[in-house]
């Protein structure tokens, strides 16, 4: 569907950073903060990802998509972007929703979710 939008949340890990986090939730090994890019940090607590996100990701009112920096970087090129970002994918179209700089400022959940549904409200 070329003429889809689609909400991408790209993070500031590589995919197999992510399974790390992953293993880490499911106590299956220790994962470093350090480790963790904001966009992780805010969405994930140490047991998954927080039930609050996975509400708001099934009402949301555009498609979500997540991906991991190396996924991203494979299917749209190495694009002049930082990570972690929020972009608005229409067609083949992609723009910067929530930049890195904004991301990295939050470390409130709520805050976050407030933030993306008022720049989805203006798309």
């Keep these: 569907m070329p003429d889809s939008t689609t909400l991408l949340f790209v993070s500031n890990l590589d995919s197999r950073v992510l399974q790390s986090l992953h293993d880490y ?3 299956r090994a220790a994962a470093s903060e350090a480790d963790l890019c904001a966009l992780t940090r805010i969405i994930y607590s140490p047991v998954g990802i927080k039930k609050e996100w996975k509400r708001f990701l099934k009402e949301c009112t555009i498609p979500p998509r997540s991906l991991s920096r190396d996924e991203f970087t494979k299917e749209f090129g190495n694009l002049a972007i930082t990570f972690p970002v929020v972009l608005i994918k229409k ?22 979710i407030r933030l993306v549904g008022e720049r989805i409200s203006l798309v």
Excluded: K, P, Q, Y
């Excluded at 067609?91 to 976050?112: A, K, M, Q, W, Y």
């Design 25 to 27: 939730s499911s106590g």
């Design 91 to 112: 067609g083949t179209e992609l723009s910067v929703l929530i930049s890195t700089e904004e991301i990295n400022r939050f470390d409130d959940l709520h805050d976050f």
